[in-house]
Nanobody, 122 residues
Framework: QVHLEESGGGLVQPGGSLRLSCVAS????????MGWYRQAPGKERELVAT???????NYADSMLGRFTVSRDNARNMVYLQMGSLKPDDTAVYYC????????????????WGQGTQVTVSS
């Protein structure tokens, strides 16, 4: 019932910048968390950054100072601005939206996009 579509991935040189976008559609609960995870070859999927609909952010320590997550709640979009990119940033980046709220009954959801490839190479 919920679809996420990422865009903006591609090939970039070390030290460069890239901006990822994700749009969510469908039956979305307004009080939610959207964000980004990534999976590099041979590694487990890891947190990049998330932001709640109220504006609270959560970054992996290694991303602080280089990556910035932002949202457009009216359009159900989340962005990831990436700078000072390194070869170790090469991964498939996945957009996620989730919620888990009590409002007399449990409201929950957890959905993932298909991923977008980011390759950092000279």
């Amino acid at each position: 019932q919920v679809h996420l579509e990422e865009s903006g991935g591609g090939l970039v040189q070390p030290g460069g910048s890239l901006r990822l976008s994700c749009v969510a559609s469908g039956d979305i609960f307004s009080d939610n968390t959207m964000g980004w995870y990534r999976q590099a070859p041979g590694k487990e999927r890891e947190l990049v950054a998330t932001m709640t609909s109220g504006g609270n952010t959560n970054y992996a320590d290694s991303m602080l100072g280089r990556f910035t997550v932002s949202r457009d709640n009216a359009r159900n979009m989340v962005y990831l601005q990436m700078g000072s990119l390194k070869p170790d940033d090469t991964a498939v980046y996945y957009c996620n939206i989730r919620w888990n709220m009590w409002r007399g009954r449990l409201l929950r959801g957890d959905y993932w996009g298909q991923g977008t490839q980011v390759t950092v190479s000279s």
